[in-house]
């Protein structure tokens, strides 16, 4: 099973207002769960880009980013025949499907994408995921950064996929 690993970072909390998303990030996994491909970037989100003290993403780094629309097209043939997983899927396919409706991408209903988050909830009864990470073993280098944060959730993925006889809890 190939897996499509995904992060946003986001000017805010509710897609279906006015917050927009300022960067993505994709770690694409073989049926091991190695790592095929990475690529992430910054997007311009037409408006203020939030919470700079959480994600570190000022208004001169986007100024001249592309636009949600102008990847769409990357993102999704990224996404197509794989798993998509994310940590706080609800939250982050939420901002998948606004960004593709203002796109102008026909979609009836939201994307289907494993939790990682809920997944660690249940096994070690922690969500965030610093904390995973930390009881997992996996590195977190660059928390907030979309593709610092999809390495990490990879890791996660991988981790419920092979390794989860190795840890006692």
Known sequence: MTFAVIDFETTGLVPERTDRVVEVGVVLTDDQGNTEHEWTTLL???????????HGIAACDVVDAPRF?????????????????????????????????????????????LCSMKWARRVIGTAKLAHCCEAFGIPLDNAHSALGDARAIRGICTYGIDGLSRWRP
């Open 44 to 54: 311009n989100p037409g408006r203020d880009v939030g919470a700079t003290h959480i």
């Open 69 to 113: 629309a102008d990847i769409a097209d990357h993102l999704l043939s990224m996404l197509y025949g794989r798993v998509v997983v994310a940590h706080n899927a609800t939250f982050d396919m939420r901002f998948l499907y606004r960004e593709l409706a203002l796109a102008r991408y026909a979609i009836s209903c939201l994307p289907m994408a």
